[in-house]
């Protein structure tokens, strides 16, 4: 139980396209998810906390008009990279943990995404 | 920064156990204990968690010092796919809250 897929698992686009990255629970319900960055050989980061049905809360230094986050069902949440620039490559990885609050997160497989 | 302290990296030989230590000496009393992995080019894998007890499930056991200051992960019998990043944190309830905070983790290699 308890799978977060994401979708795709990998992108390649040009300077100043915007991309749209899915995570989906797929098993469970949940309120909230999370989105991280994780750049070459480096840990994961914490970007920003979507909520459904309203406002996610972005952490320090992350551009909320830059990551457009929408979490519109209890099972779906995006991440929007708007005008995409070299410096926004990198991997992005969702995770949700369902309602029960002593549930673990778990996480998608990532998108791998590449800006020419 | 990470609340933990993990060795940078560590070697195990395949069907041996695998210990991996971590050090959490500013854990509060309501922060569980946290340990996911990484494969290369993967999302993390939630391995197990525990607040004071020792833990086991399928996939390894947890063992929590009688202080909580440091807790180790042990994989019983390692194999070449366990070969990973292994990240321990410690978060209040850690699943809704999306407070983790990961570290640089220890990367172990299992060899034949």
């Known amino acids: 139980g308890a799978v977060v897929s994401q979708h795709p698992s990998w992108v390649i686009c040009k300077s100043g396209t915007s991309v749209k990255i899915e995570c989906r629970s797929l098993d469970f319900q949940a309120t909230t998810m999370f989105w991280y960055r994780q750049f070459p050989k480096q840990s994961l980061m914490l970007m920003a906390t979507?909520?459904?049905?309203?406002?996610?809360?972005?952490e320090q230094g992350v551009e909320k008009d830059k990551f457009l986050i929408n979490h519109a069902s209890l099972t779906l949440s995006t991440l929007t990279v708007t005008s995409a620039h070299p410096e926004d490559s990198s991997f992005y990885i969702c995770s949700a943990s369902p309602f029960d609050g002593n549930q673990p997160q778990h996480f998608g497989d990532g998108t791998r995404l590449s800006i020419l | 920064d990470a609340k933990t302290t993990q060795p940078p990296s560590m070697d195990c030989a395949e069907g041996r156990a695998a210990n991996l230590p971590c050090n959490h000496s500013t854990i509060s009393g309501n922060e569980y204990v946290y340990w996911y992995r990484q494969i290369h080019s993967q999302g993390p894998q939630y391995i197990i968690h525990?607040?004071?007890n020792n833990e086991t499930n399928e996939m390894a056991s947890l063992i929590i010092t009688e202080d909580r200051k440091s807790s180790t992960l042990i994989l019983p019998h390692a194999t070449l796919r366990d070969t990973a990043v292994y990240y321990c944190i410690v978060s209040l309830l850690g699943g809704s809250q999306g407070n983790l905070i990961f570290g640089k983790g220890t990367k172990l290699s299992v060899k034949p």
């Open positions: 979507s909520n459904e049905g309203s406002k996610a809360t972005y």
């Open positions: 525990g607040l004071k």
